[in-house]
């Protein structure tokens, strides 16, 4: 029987800014176009934490049942280390799902943009399907584009849309920079597990691309912010200040460019998720006050 502090572990909270990121940058967004509503943004980032806890948790279940997470080095595994009935842990996700369904269900419903039932749908469907059903994207190298695309595109500017009713040209730009952020944290975690990924056939981005490769990818990832930071700037020059951030990744980087590998990464997934965080609410608030 897990305990608390496991069940914890086990939700993976490091990842918790990919689900808090999109929605401060998107409120930014939103504050700038002139249509900030307080308790929909709430719903919003309620909704993208629902959504990020079910997909760890759906994670969780269905690489343990295949037995993917026997040997994976990092975070708790509640199926794959034994300590929780796969049971147990498929509930705890589709509750989690579930949640974020019916959130976002009143959150349309209040704002009567109703084709946003559509982009729930798939996000709800990506999250189970990446690694989830007989054949998962997530094991044919395709994981990365779908974190660009629901926790970067569909969070940032659906937190925009469902307030404001258009998008601006700087909702795209942040939720790009937000999207290439996330997909890093993808990147750096992925790199990690390239020997045991390729033991068990996974064949994830990074292992496609190799060491050599995912680490560039990872550079390149981490580089984009800060171009969309000076464009930004160029119409809104207080968006330069989210350039700081930049020293924040000093750490990440290093540890990418000298080879580390295995324990030595995991705190890559967590500094990128820090500055990911930092960019974002430093971004919101130069939007919000230009």
């Not at 269900?105 to 039932?117: D, K, N, R, S, Y």
């Not at 974190?147 to 969070?155: D, K, R």
């Not at 200040?241 to 990744?249: G, P, V």
Request: hydrophobic share 55%; glycine share 12%.
């Amino acid at each position: 029987m897990a305990t608390v502090a496991e069940w914890i572990e086990g939700a993976r909270p490091r990842t918790l800014p990919n689900a808090v990121a999109p929605v401060v940058a998107g409120v930014g967004a939103t504050i700038q176009l002139g249509a900030f509503t307080w308790w929909q943004s709430l719903l919003a980032l309620l909704v993208a934490l629902a959504l990020i806890i079910g997909v760890n948790f759906a994670n969780d279940y269905s690489d343990g049942i295949r037995g993917t997470d026997e040997n994976r080095v990092g975070p708790l595994r509640l199926v794959g280390s034994g300590v929780a009935a796969p049971k147990l842990v498929l509930s705890a996700a589709l509750a989690c799902l579930g949640l974020a369904g019916v959130l976002g269900l009143v959150l349309v419903i209040a704002t009567g943009h109703w084709w946003l039932l559509v982009m729930g749908a798939l996000c709800i469907l990506g999250a189970w399907f990446y690694t989830g059903g007989k054949k998962p994207y997530g094991y044919a190298g395709l994981g990365e584009i779908a974190v660009f695309v629901f926790f970067g595109l569909a969070a940032v500017l659906g937190t925009v849309y469902v307030q404001a009713g258009t998008l601006s040209w700087e909702a795209v730009l942040t939720a790009v920079a937000v999207g290439c952020f996330s997909t890093g944290v993808l990147t750096a975690n992925n790199l990690r597990d390239i020997p045991t990924d390729r033991e068990v056939g996974k064949k994830t981005l990074a292992v496609k691309l190799g060491d050599t490769g995912t680490r560039r990818f990872y550079l390149l990832l981490v580089a984009v912010p800060y171009v969309v930071s000076i464009a930004l700037g160029i119409a809104h020059p207080l968006a330069l200040i989210a350039l700081l951030t930049a020293a924040m990744l000093i750490t990440p980087v290093k540890a990418i460019t000298s080879g580390g590998t295995g324990r030595g990464l995991i705190p890559v997934l967590r500094d990128t998720g820090l500055v990911m965080l930092a960019w974002s609410v430093l971004t919101a608030v130069a939007l919000g006050l230009s």
